[in-house]
């Protein structure tokens, strides 16, 4: 069973940056497409980031695009977020998810679609 852990939030000031990791565990990320997920007090879960089992290309919400940058390396088991230039409006916990339908697998902007999620980590953006 792949488990998933996140690692890196804390407290910045607005325009200061973080980088998240996302380890795997159990299964390698072979397969797997990734998303990066967040969810602010109060609201819903929404996407930041995903990509597909293949290849190196990410999708980003508008939101977060041009600021925040994610990664991954197949070898280590791990998702990386960088996070710059952050806002308030990006606090929230962020979570890392995986899916798999295979040995293609599409990224998905549906929460309900990722069968793997990690715990979350907090990212506070304050003054």
């Known amino acids: 069973q792949l488990q998933l852990v996140e690692s890196g939030g804390g407290l910045v000031q607005p325009g200061g940056s973080l980088r998240l990791s996302c380890v795997a565990s159990?299964?390698?990320?072979?397969?797997?497409?990734i998303g990066w997920f967040r969810q602010a007090p109060g609201k819903e879960r929404d996407r930041v980031s995903c990509?597909?089992?293949?290849?190196?290309?990410?999708d980003y919400a508008d939101s977060v695009k041009g600021r925040f940058t994610s990664s991954r390396d197949n070898a280590k088991k791990t998702v990386y977020l960088q996070m710059n230039a952050l806002k308030p409006e990006d606090t929230g916990i962020y979570y890392c998810?995986?899916?798999?339908?295979?040995?293609?697998?599409?990224?998905?902007?549906?929460?309900?679609?990722?069968?793997?999620w990690g715990q979350g980590t907090q990212v506070t953006v304050s003054s």
């Open positions: 998810a995986a899916r798999t339908m295979g040995v293609f697998t599409l990224c998905s902007t549906r929460p309900t679609d990722f069968s793997s």
């Open positions: 990509v597909h089992s293949i290849g190196d290309w990410w």
């Open positions: 159990g299964l390698s990320l072979d397969g797997y497409a």
